[in-house]
């Protein structure tokens, strides 16, 4: 019971380490990973590669508020954008609760998240500016 409370517990910081970006450790913390987060985070994990290939294909893009966007040039995007965005909102969510960030606390999650998703993002990856406007990136 011991190791496999260990070994789930492994589990869930290399997954938070693949798909929370790194700059919630300094502002915001996931202080509990509750079955939803868990939920999310391994849903986000298991779909990491095809996510990428639709932003290398240019079907996707991050947007300014933290999410995807289906940009219209694949038809298998609209179902992976939502079901990304809907995991991303409950990570935000938790972020939000667990850190007691208020009524502005979301907005101030979701652009943190978009400005680490932007600087994450691959030379030709489609990106949405701060302002609104989408380019791809350099």
Not at 70 to 93: F, H, K, T
Not at 102 to 127: H, L, N, P, W
Request: proline letters at 3%.
């Amino acid at each position: 019971m011991r190791r496999s409370l260990f070994m789930s517990a492994i589990i869930a910081l290399s997954v938070i380490a693949m798909v929370v970006p790194s700059v919630f450790a300094g502002s915001y913390d996931l202080k509990e990973i509750t079955p939803a987060v868990k939920q999310a985070l391994e849903n986000r994990q298991a779909r990491y590669s095809q996510l990428q290939s639709l932003k290398q294909k240019g079907a996707v893009g991050e947007d300014n508020k933290g999410f995807v966007a289906d940009l219209g040039r694949d038809p298998q995007a609209a179902a992976m954008v939502s079901s990304e965005n809907r995991d991303r909102r409950i990570i935000y969510q938790a972020l939000v609760d667990q850190n007691k960030l208020g009524s502005a606390g979301m907005t101030e999650v979701q652009k943190v998240f978009a400005e680490v998703q932007r600087d994450k993002a691959s030379s030709g990856e489609y990106i949405q500016t701060p302002a609104g406007e989408w380019s791809r990136k350099t």
